[in-house]
């Protein structure tokens, strides 16, 4: 190689005593190789301070470095959260991440999707509850001959193009809990109509009730939107109820956090007065006073493995696609005082 001359993949090769295949598995992190290999290889690229050029990558590929975020999810916590997932993964890789906020009750969603896509030549898209809910908008993906992960509440797809938790169940176990604590007049705040997530959620707190010999009561039940608003609403409903719950669940932590807003404002204290228990564990729920007893609900976990399948597809059958949600006990909740 001249002085001064930058060093190419072929140098790399050559030096290595490897083939230029073996190199672009080195470079794209492929999981095919021996690790000797790699270091090898890894080795003299640090050595002669070899770049790979991603311009004439993508032109051979007819793809960028990109991954696309597409959602339409009034939780920002959730979104942010799936983005910090997204970046655990793709951070030092040539990859980057593009999001794209749509509004799933356009006429023309298909079509913005599709010209997303296509304008920004995407190595892959993860699509994100509930537009990963419809078949349409994924088979759209699959004829753009673009990777693709959905994100979900149950399973959508095959392991290879999905990762979903358990919310039914852990929702159910969550209201077992509050019965165990001597709770049996439990409100409920549904999540909003249309999302897979919400009637997943909405069913585990039903069959946590039936488990118990209990049914929910319509005074002590509402539906919002993901959203504080909502929750607040949603609050003073079952607060002006003739018999208020004892305690409550919300389908989300920011719907509790304006359910423990709507209670304060009536002068009653939370937990002493009524418990409430969300779900996510977003930031919101650790920060709120009382500290918000919560549903985890492994949101980084998900997407840092979605985009693991999204960057490394050969290899995305080995990754978990199914991840359990687990309750996480704070100061929100407590046995019924009767």
């Known amino acids: 190689m001249a002085e001064g001359q930058k060093p190419t993949i072929n140098d790399v090769a050559r030096i290595s005593g ?10 794209n992190k492929s999981p095919l190789l021996g690790e000797a290999t790699r270091k090898k290889v890894e080795a003299v690229i640090a050595e002669l301070g070899f770049v ?60 913005d999707i599709r010209r997303f896509i296509e304008q920004q030549r995407l190595y892959g898209v ?28 149950a399973r959508l797809d095959d392991d290879e193009h999905l990762v979903a938790s ?26 909003p109509e249309g999302f897979r997530s919400a009637n997943e959620r909405e069913q585990g707190f039903l069959d946590g009730l039936a488990a118990a010999g209990l049914t929910l009561d319509p005074a002590i039940a509402a539906r919002g939107t993901y959203r504080f608003e909502s929750g607040k609403a949603a609050g003073e409903k079952l607060l002006s109820a003739a018999e208020p719950p004892t305690a409550v669940f919300s389908s989300n932590d920011e719907m509790a956090a304006g359910i423990l807003h709507a209670a304060r404002e009536r ?6 007065d009524m418990s409430i228990i969300g779900f996510d564990d977003t930031a919101t729920a650790a920060h709120i006073w009382p500290p918000l007893t ?12 979605a985009a693991a399948k999204l960057i490394r597809p050969a290899s995305a ?3 978990p696609s199914f991840f359990l949600s687990d309750l996480i006990r704070r100061a929100s909740a407590v046995p019924h005082r009767s």
């Open 126 to 153: 993860m699509l994100l509850p509930p537009l990963s809910e419809r078949d349409d908008l994924a088979e759209l993906c699959r004829d753009l001959g673009c990777t693709l992960v959905r994100m979900g509440s």
């Open 267 to 272: 002068g009653l204290n939370v937990p002493e």
């Open 317 to 319: 059958a080995s990754e």
């Open 18 to 27: 490897v083939s230029k295949k073996t190199v672009s598995r080195v470079i």
């Open 52 to 111: 790979p050029n991603l311009q004439a990558r993508a032109l051979a590929m007819g793809r960028n470095f990109l991954i696309g975020l597409i959602h339409d999810n009034p939780n920002a916590q959730m979104v942010l959260g799936v983005q910090e997932g997204i970046l655990d993964t793709i951070r030092d890789t040539e990859f980057a991440l593009v999001v794209h906020p749509v509004n799933r009750h356009s006429p023309t969603l298909a079509d």
């Open 294 to 305: 919560t549903v985890r609900w492994p949101i980084r976990t998900m997407a840092s493995t």
């Open 166 to 191: 358990n919310d039914r169940q852990a929702v159910s176990e969550a209201v077992a809990w509050l019965v165990e604590l001597g709770h049996t007049r439990i409100g409920f705040v549904a999540g």
